[in-house]
């Protein structure tokens, strides 16, 4: 059996192991910086077949939009995209009356955004490139975990107060 091909990403802090197909078939492995070579060879192969399905699942996928990197674009964007997710942050906390910290306008290639515990809410800059209801489910889920860390049915209930047909959106967008 010929070994699985794949990208090494050391991440510090990190205490697992974690493996990610990406479209195209491309392999990645996350580990924690204090995880051996051996420990990494093993959890790979000890998920063989469930890589190789996901190789071949996303084989036939095309790259998703947040997949595709230009760092002019990004740089281009990113300030619409703090605009846009500044103004809609206060238009839909209006229903939530919630605070948070900072807001920052990142590339990332697998999250359209995130938020800390700390408060801090990081959005991906290409919802500045999507349809707009699209972009405001992404400013809206990111606003809610800032009182529900998780996505429970509390959770839900607190994105449908705003976007009642969440459940649509989030196909939208996972489709991209």
């Known amino acids: 059996m010929d070994p699985i091909e794949y990208e090494l990403k050391r991440r510090r802090g990190q205490r697992t192991i974690r493996a990610c197909v990406y479209a195209g078939g491309r392999v990645r492995v996350s580990a924690g910086m204090s995880i051996s070579q051996e420990a990494i060879d093993t959890f790979v192969e000890r998920h063989r077949d469930w ?11 095309k790259p998703g ?11 281009a964007n990113k300030e619409m995209a703090r605009r846009l997710a500044k103004e809609r942050l206060e238009y839909f906390n209006q229903a939530y009356g919630l605070k948070w ?46 009182k529900e ?24 967008l996972r489709a991209l």
């Open 101 to 146: 910290k900072r807001i920052a306008i990142k590339q990332g290639r697998s999250q359209w955004g995130s938020c800390s515990r700390l408060g801090n809410l990081n959005f991906n800059y290409k919802i500045a490139l999507i349809p707009s209801e699209l972009a405001d489910y992404v400013i809206v889920h990111e606003l809610c975990h800032l």
């Open 149 to 172: 860390m998780n996505h429970s049915k509390r959770y839900w209930d607190l994105v449908a107060k705003t976007i009642p047909d969440w459940r649509k959106k989030r196909a939208q």
């Open 51 to 61: 890589i190789e399905s996901a190789i071949q699942r996303a084989a036939s996928k």
């Open 65 to 75: 939009i947040l997949e595709k990197q230009n760092r002019k674009e990004y740089l």
